[in-house]
C-alpha cells in the first residue's frame, strides 16, 4: 500500500473506513497527547473512539432542533439503548451533569406515502440530549458499550430528516396505520450494489424539510435514489444476514451470491458441535457490542455475579466487566499459575457468572488452556464466553470449550476495513444454552443496520481463501523478525511453548496461527525508527487484507504503560496485522524496514 499521509483514512479515500493514517511514531503519542497537528487532521478514526463526522453532522442538527439550547446530543439505533446510556449517565455522572438530561426518538414518518418503501429498514435514531457536562459519561457508554450508530446509518437517516420523513415517534398518530409493501420495494431499488463510496463532505445541517406530494415527489425520490437505490435491494438485506449468520455457523461454506435462490447450506455444521445452526449466531453493530451484550445474556440468565478477565484484555472488554454490574476478578496474564490461583479461590466457595478470555489474546498472543477452563467451569458452574477474533473459526475450534464464542467481524471475517460487525454464537451443548436463548428471545434487538450488513456478506464471501494467504504471509514475517538481532522478542502462537500446545488443541485440520503477530525490539529507539520506516499502512485496527502496523501500547495503553508492562506487555511493542500481499513483496518490504534500524545506528555511532 503507498504511503498513506496523516489522517487520511486507511484505505485512503473510503467514507467508512474503520482505520486511520498515523505514519510516524511521534504522530501516535501526539495523537495520545491530543495534539492539533494530530487531531486536526483527522478525517475520520477507528469507530469507538473517534465520533464519524456523519454521525457529528447528525447529533448537531438533532441537539439544535429538539434539544434546549446548550444541549449535545448522543446517537443510539433505537430507544431501548438510548435509555441504557441514560441510566449509565444517571448512575456514574455527578447530579450537576444530569440537569436537563433527555431524549428523542425518530422514525419513519408512517403517515407519508414517500416512507413507505423504506419501513423494511426500520430507519431509526434516539438521541440521548444532556448538558455539556455530561459528554464525558455519554461518551463512555457509546464507547465501552458499542451501542452507537454506525456512520452509514446517520448518512442515511440525516438525508431522511432533511426530507422530513424521520419525525418524533411521539408526534405521530397513535394508531397510525402502516402500510406493508412487498420487500423487493421499487423497481429504482433493484439495483445491483456498488462499491464502497469514496469520502465526501459531512452532510450539510437539515434545513426546512421540502413538501411532498406523494412517493415519487422530486427531493424524496433523488435522495432515495441517490443515497440508497445505488448500495442497495431491500430484498438482500434479511438474506445478506442469514448468509452472515451460515457463514459464521460454518453451514454455508461455498462463495455464493445472496441474490441466487435458494442460498445453499450444508448440515452439520462445520464447527465440531452437533446441533449448532444460523439460529444460534446473533449478529451486533460491532464485536464490542457483542461482548457487552453477552455479558447483559449472562447477568439476566444467571443473575448478578462477578465474571472473571482471563488474559490482557482488548481495552474496553475489562472495562464491561467493571462498569456494567457487581464487576470482575483480573487475571493478566492467562498463566496456569493464575489458573491454579483460580481454581484455589472457587475451592473456597467463590463463584462467578463466567469467564471471558481471547484466543489468542490482544497483543501478546497468548493462548489460555481452554481444557482446563471448561473442566473448571464445569465442576464449579460458570459460562465461558471466547473472543476469537484474533485466531478466527477459519483456523481454531472454540466453541466445543465455549458457551459463548464472540467475534469482531470489522476485522478479517471483513477483512476490507470499511464496515463494522459483531457475533456472538451459543453452543447448543452448552449447559446455559436454554437460559440463554431464553434470554435473549426477551431482550435481543437486531440493530445491525441494513447497508452494513450488506458490506459484510459481500466483503465476507472469500473468507476462507484469504486466510490461507494471510496465515502464510504472517509466518514469512515472523521468521524475518526472529532472524533478525534487533528484535528481542516474537509474539507468535506458534513460537511461544505453552501457547502453541494450548493453540494446537484447538486447531483445525489444515488451519494456521493467524494473521497477528507483535515484535519488541531491544531498544525503544529502533522500534521508532523500524516504524517509521516499514512501508505498510500504520494505524490503528487489525484482520485487514492489507498488511497495517501499529505502535498498539501507546495508542490503547498511553496512560497506563507501566501498567501494561507489569503484566508482561513491552510498552514499545509493535504489534502487525499481516495482510494478502504477495509474501516476497512483503518480506522484502520488512528487511527494508530492519535495514533502516540498521542505517541509523550505524550513522549514531559513527
Same mark, same amino acid.
Given at each position: ?14 467514507? %467508512? ?24 487532521? =483527522?478525517?475520520? $478514526? ?11 453532522? /447528525? ?35 455527578? @447530579? ?19 416512507? !413507505?418503501?423504506?419501513?423494511?429498514? %426500520?430507519?431509526?435514531?434516539? *438521541? ?37 420523513? /424521520? ?25 445491483? =450494489? ?12 437539515? #434545513? ?6 406523494? &412517493? ?19 430484498? +438482500? ?36 458441535? %452437533? ?12 464485536? =464490542? ?10 447477568? #439476566? ?25 457487581? $464487576? ?44 482446563? @477452563?471448561? #473442566?473448571? *467451569? ?20 472454540? /466453541? ?8 469482531? +467481524? ?15 454464537? +451459543?453452543? &447448543? ?5 436454554? !437460559? ?17 450488513? @450488506? ?8 473468507? !476462507? ?25 516474537? %509474539? ?23 494473521? +497477528? ?30 498488511? @497495517? ?11 497506563? =504503560? ?29 528487511? !527494508? ?7 541509523? #545506528? ?5
Amino acid at each position: 500500500m503507498p504511503h498513506i499521509k496523516l489522517g487520511e483514512s486507511i484505505p485512503p479515500d473510503t467514507a %467508512h473506513a474503520v482505520s486511520v493514517s498515523l505514519p510516524t511514531w511521534k504522530s501516535n503519542v501526539a495523537y495520545e497527547e491530543g495534539e492539533q497537528w494530530v487531531v486536526g487532521s =483527522m478525517t475520520t $478514526g477507528y469507530p469507538r473512539f473517534f465520533i464519524h463526522r456523519s454521525i457529528v453532522a /447528525l447529533a448537531e442538527v438533532i441537539a439544535q432542533t429538539f434539544g434546549q439550547p446548550g444541549h449535545q446530543a448522543m446517537l443510539f439505533p433505537n430507544r431501548t439503548t438510548a435509555q441504557r446510556c441514560i441510566g449509565f449517565i444517571k448512575a456514574k455522572a455527578p @447530579i450537576s451533569a444530569q440537569g436537563r438530561l433527555d431524549s428523542v426518538h425518530l422514525v419513519l414518518d408512517s403517515t407519508s406515502p414517500a416512507a !413507505a418503501p423504506l419501513q423494511p429498514l %426500520h430507519p431509526t435514531v434516539s *438521541a440521548v440530549l444532556f448538558v455539556p457536562e455530561a459528554f464525558s459519561y455519554a461518551k463512555q457508554y457509546w464507547q465501552h458499550s458499542g451501542d452507537g450508530i454506525s456512520s452509514r446509518r446517520a448518512e442515511f437517516c440525516h438525508g431522511l430528516l432533511g426530507q422530513g420523513l /424521520l419525525v418524533p415517534q411521539e408526534s405521530l398518530p397513535k394508531a397510525a396505520p402502516i402500510k406493508q409493501l412487498p420487500c423487493k420495494g421499487p423497481r429504482r431499488y433493484q439495483k445491483p =450494489m456498488s462499491i464502497d463510496e469514496t469520502a465526501t463532505a459531512a452532510p450539510r445541517k437539515t #434545513s426546512p424539510p421540502p413538501a411532498t406530494t406523494g &412517493p415519487d415527489s422530486d427531493e424524496s425520490s433523488r435522495f432515495v435514489e441517490e443515497r440508497f437505490g445505488r448500495n442497495l435491494d431491500i430484498s +438482500l438485506v434479511e438474506r445478506a444476514k442469514t448468509a452472515i449468520r451460515r457463514r459464521i455457523a460454518g453451514t454455508l461454506t461455498s462463495d455464493v451470491d445472496v441474490r441466487k435462490e435458494p442460498l445453499p447450506q450444508a448440515e452439520p455444521s462445520n464447527r465440531g458441535v %452437533h446441533g449448532l445452526t444460523e439460529h444460534d449466531i446473533y449478529l451486533y453493530p460491532m464485536g =464490542m457490542n457483542a461482548i457487552f451484550n453477552t455479558h447483559r445474556l449472562l447477568l #439476566s440468565a444467571r443473575g448478578s455475579l462477578k465474571s472473571i478477565e482471563f488474559g490482557f484484555p482488548y481495552v474496553d472488554t475489562l472495562k464491561i466487566l467493571e462498569k456494567f454490574g457487581p $464487576g470482575c476478578v483480573f487475571y493478566g496474564r492467562a498463566s496456569e499459575a493464575d489458573l491454579d490461583d483460580l481454581e484455589r479461590r472457587l475451592k473456597a466457595g467463590e463463584r462467578f457468572l463466567g469467564l471471558f478470555c481471547e484466543f489468542p489474546s490482544n497483543p501478546v498472543l497468548s493462548c489460555p488452556n481452554l481444557k482446563r @477452563i471448561r #473442566s473448571l *467451569a464445569d465442576q464449579y458452574d460458570f459460562a465461558v464466553v471466547v473472543d476469537e477474533t484474533i485466531g478466527t473459526f477459519a483456523n481454531i475450534n472454540v /466453541l466445543q470449550y465455549a458457551d459463548v464464542v464472540v467475534s469482531s +467481524l470489522t476485522k478479517i471475517f471483513s477483512g476490507d476495513c470499511n464496515v463494522m460487525g459483531g457475533s456472538a454464537m +451459543l453452543n &447448543p451443548r452448552g449447559k446455559y444454552y436454554t !437460559a440463554l436463548k431464553e434470554a435473549a428471545t426477551r431482550d435481543y434487538e437486531d440493530t445491525y443496520w441494513a447497508e452494513d450488513a @450488506i458490506f459484510l456478506e459481500r466483503n465476507s464471501r472469500d473468507f !476462507a481463501t484469504r486466510i490461507e494467504r494471510v496465515n502464510a504471509n504472517a509466518e514469512a514475517i515472523c521468521d524475518v523478525l526472529l532472524a533478525s538481532p534487533l528484535v528481542k522478542r516474537v %509474539h507468535y502462537p506458534k513460537h511461544h511453548p505453552e501457547s502453541k500446545a494450548n493453540y494446537d488443541v484447538c486447531k483445525v485440520p489444515g488451519g494456521g496461527y493467524g494473521g +497477528l503477530l507483535s515484535a519488541v525490539f531491544n531498544r525503544k529507539t529502533d522500534a521508532m525508527v523500524f516504524y517509521d520506516n516499514i512501508a505498510t499502512a500504520k494505524g490503528p485496527s487489525l484482520g485487514t487484507n492489507f498488511t @497495517i502496523t501499529s505502535p498498539y501500547v501507546v495508542l490503547a495503553h498511553y496512560a497506563e =504503560m507501566d501498567w501494561a508492562a507489569s503484566l508482561g506487555v513491552d510498552p514499545d511493542l509493535l504489534r502487525i496485522s499481516v495482510g494478502l500481499e504477495e509474501t516476497d513483496e512483503l518480506v522484502a518490504v520488512f528487511k !527494508a524496514a530492519l535495514q533502516a534500524v540498521e542505517d541509523e #545506528s550505524t550513522d549514531a555511532a559513527a
